[in-house]
């Protein structure tokens, strides 16, 4: 199925007329003076939008070679017996569970780590910011444009002392559909005043036929001078809960940013209170997914 494309056809879609008496064809008789049905263009271009919005609605990018779409499309957007849900967490190639029509896929980006803390001296504190969650996007396809396509499965973003957090790897099935990983939080500096420490750098998703959704920001890191200091919790997913970020009363506790759950969800800032011993890490993210309901 594809769009009128001879040198002759309008680039856009012509104003049909005012809608008529609804009637049906006919051959006309020229002894009676009956006159043959027109085929008028509106009518054309009505059926052909018609198909056309069919492909959309199924994710189908229409083809001049293809002469089967429209019976691809139908048991998309009018599912049968759902015969498989395969969850993938570990980058492989997809081979379709034998009957399988059509799928429903679901990919979630990896999340990234939280930022790390210096070694803070006397009247000093250091609050990381936390990572955000990544992406998440849900499309069907058609089980012929799926069948071999090397599904992606992104790497969880890793915490490091006294660094920004490690982004969060892209999760995909091909070129179809892509959730791209978090982003790390900033590392935290040692200051003797009051911090306010953000992350809220969106990871996005494309291809998805039913939604795209971007990556979800890191909640504050903040230090209230002489009374409290928390570091950023992580992006919440879909799929899993961030890491929260170390949170104490100043001068008397610090740690390392809490790892994040699930799938797709990043990791809490650290925190260093003052005159802390050590520098510390921000917390490790979770892995990507992806998940693939098969349908007869």
């Known amino acids: ?9 309008a680039t856009t879609l012509p104003t049909p007329e005012a809608a008529g008496t609804p009637g049906f064809w ?14 008028r263009a509106s009518f054309l271009n009505m059926l052909m939008q018609e198909l056309l919005n069919i492909l959309v609605a199924a994710g189908i990018t229409p083809s001049k070679t293809t002469y089967n779409q429209i019976a691809q499309a139908i048991p998309i957007l009018t599912p049968g017996r759902q015969i498989g849900h395969r969850v993938f967490t570990s980058s492989t190639t997809y081979t379709p569970t034998p ?47 799926v069948t071999g396509q090397t599904i992606t499965v ?25 959730a791209n990983g978090g982003t790390g939080g900033s590392a935290g500096t040692a200051s003797g005043s009051s911090i ?16 795209n ?47 994040a759950t699930g799938y797709g969800a990043g990791g809490g800032g650290a925190l260093a209170t003052t005159s802390n011993a050590s520098t510390r890490s921000g917390g490790n993210a979770s892995p ?6 098969e349908f007869a």
Request: net charge negative.
């Open 1 to 9: 199925m594809f769009p009128i494309d001879d040198p002759t056809a």
């Open 26 to 39: 006919t051959e006309g008789n020229p002894t009676l003076g009956v006159p043959a049905t027109r085929v």
């Open 99 to 145: 009957g399988t029509a059509f799928v429903e896929i679901e990919v979630v980006g990896a999340g990234a780590a939280g930022g790390g803390v210096p070694t803070t001296t006397a009247g000093q504190v250091a609050v990381g910011a936390g990572g955000t969650s990544g992406a998440r996007a849900i499309g069907r396809f058609a089980v012929a444009a």
């Open 154 to 178: 992104g790497a969880a973003g890793v915490g490091a002392l006294n660094a920004t957090g490690g982004n969060g790897g892209a999760s995909s099935v091909g070129s179809l559909i892509v």
């Open 196 to 211: 306010a420490l953000g992350n809220t750098t969106q990871a996005a998703a494309t291809g998805g036929n039913i939604f």
């Open 213 to 259: 959704e971007t990556g979800r920001i890191a909640r504050l890191a903040v230090v209230v001078f002489g009374s409290l200091a928390y570091g950023g919790d992580g992006g919440d997913s879909a799929h899993g809960a961030g890491g929260s970020g170390f949170a104490s009363p100043l001068g008397t506790l610090s740690g390392n940013g809490l790892a």
């Open 288 to 293: 990507g997914v992806v998940v693939i309901k």
